[in-house]
């Protein structure tokens, strides 16, 4: 079946650090992935989106990387501010069952000034 | 703009009561969905609707109903068979179609009285 697996949070981290969240997928045929962040009392925002593997999808200084060797679309940026402090999802979407989506449990990213 | 609007942002419920959560989008999206979001989780889908009139029980429809009468609406009643009503309730759309995100609405939190 399909499933996606995220890091455990939260994750803190001081203004300007380098940042990885960890995602790993589990699907039984051609997924498309996303990232989607959540704001405190606000629902999901896409923030990227790659749909074949070795696709690099990238916004707002955020990128990943669909790695179908590794089953992974770990979510990186070089330099966080404060105003990236959210929540973060992982989810792949499958098209041969409706385009339904499969979503992490979310990781919650702290940034101390 | 175009968009997902969901409303009450807030809401309470009374035991035995049934409550009805709005969600209209302009965005001329084919399918609609409603998920269930507890603290610390990922999303639950508890309904989803791919054209008008037709609609499908995700994974935990149980005390939940919809209705899509119109491309543009998906209200979600929540019934007093669901006992642990207590959650963020996420609408989201997405166009019909291979790769396309789910776009959401900002959420209504429904509480128990």
């Known amino acids: 079946g399909n499933s996606v697996t995220q890091m455990e949070g939260p994750v803190t981290l001081s203004e300007e650090a380098f940042l990885t969240i960890n995602c790993t997928y589990t699907?039984?045929?051609?997924?498309?992935l996303f990232w989607y962040v959540q704001y405190p009392g606000e629902g999901l925002q896409l923030l990227l989106k790659a749909t074949k593997a070795d696709d690099k999808g990238s916004n707002k200084g955020f990128e990943a990387t669909y790695r179908k060797e590794t089953t992974s679309f770990h979510l990186e940026k070089g330099s966080v501010q404060v105003s990236d402090s959210a929540v973060y999802f992982c989810a792949l979407s499958d098209f041969s069952n409706f385009n339904k989506f499969y979503f992490g449990s979310g990781t919650k990213l702290n940034v101390k000034p | 703009d175009g968009g997902i609007t969901q409303s009450p942002k807030y809401l309470f419920r009374k035991e035995g009561q049934n409550v009805t959560l709005s969600c209209e989008q302009n965005?001329?999206?084919?399918?609609m969905y409603w998920y269930r979001q507890d603290p610390g989780q990922g999303l639950r889908l508890i309904y989803y609707?791919?054209?008008?009139?037709?609609?499908q029980k995700g994974d935990i429809a149980e005390g939940y109903s919809v209705s899509r009468e119109k491309k543009e609406s998906f209200p979600l009643t929540v019934t007093s068979a669901q006992k642990n009503p207590t959650a963020f309730y996420l609408c989201?759309?997405?166009?019909?179609?291979?790769?396309?995100?789910?776009?959401f609405g900002d959420g209504t939190r429904l509480s128990i009285l």
């Open positions: 965005l001329n999206h084919d399918a």
């Open positions: 989201a759309s997405s166009p019909a179609g291979r790769n396309q995100p789910q776009h």
């Open positions: 699907a039984t045929g051609y997924p498309s």
């Open positions: 609707s791919q054209i008008v009139n037709d609609f």
